[in-house]
C-alpha cells in the first residue's frame, strides 16, 4: 500500500422507498404525525406489539418518537433532527442494535397527490452480525426485512391517508 492509499469505510447503502397518497401533502404529514399510532402496523413494527396504546410523535427537534404501552411503559423509537412540517422529518432510529436514521419527505405531485419517501440510513454502524440479524420481519439489512417493512409501513400510511377524511 502507497503513503496515498487510504482505506475508506464500507459503504452500506441507504433503504429507499415511497409511495403515492392521494391526498395534499398537509394532510398527509398530519396523518402520519398526529395519528401513527391508529395506522402504524405494531404488529409486527413495535416493541410492546399487542401492548401499545399510542405511539406519540414530539413536533420539534429533538421531540421524541415513542410508543407508550397499557402498563404506562414507554419505549422510545429515536429523536426528531429535523423537523420541517409538512415537507420533511429526519430522526435517529433506536429500535435497531446501534442507533440509524430515518428520513421521511413528503413531496408535493398535485394539489390531491403527495410522494412520501423515506430514507433509513447509517447501517456503518452495525457489526456484519447485526446487519443480517432479523428485525421485525425475517432478514434484517442484509436479507430485505427492514425494506419490507418500510414498503407495509408506507402502504399502511397511504391507505390512513386516503380513507381519513381532509
Request: hydrophobic content about 40%.
Amino acid at each position: 500500500m502507497t503513503d496515498t492509499a487510504r482505506v475508506l469505510p464500507l459503504q452500506r447503502p441507504p433503504i429507499r422507498r415511497s409511495t403515492l397518497v392521494r391526498s395534499s401533502v398537509d394532510h398527509t404529514f398530519s396523518v402520519f404525525v398526529d395519528t401513527i399510532g391508529t395506522w402504524w402496523p405494531l404488529r409486527p413494527y413495535s416493541a410492546g406489539k399487542e401492548r401499545v396504546d399510542d405511539v406519540t410523535v414530539e413536533p420539534r427537534v429533538e421531540g421524541r418518537v415513542y410508543e407508550t404501552w397499557d402498563d404506562g411503559t414507554v419505549v422510545e423509537w429515536g429523536r426528531l433532527l429535523a423537523w420541517e412540517p409538512p415537507h420533511r422529518l429526519v430522526m435517529t432510529w433506536a429500535p435497531t442494535p446501534a442507533p440509524t436514521e430515518v428520513e421521511l419527505t413528503f413531496a408535493v405531485l398535485a394539489p390531491a397527490l403527495t410522494r412520501v419517501t423515506v430514507e433509513h440510513r447509517g447501517w456503518e454502524a452495525l457489526s456484519d452480525e447485526q446487519l443480517a440479524r432479523d428485525c421485525a420481519t425475517p432478514g434484517g439489512y442484509v436479507g430485505g426485512g427492514f425494506t419490507r417493512g418500510w414498503t407495509a409501513i408506507l402502504a399502511s400510511l397511504t391507505t390512513a391517508a386516503e380513507q381519513i377524511r381532509e
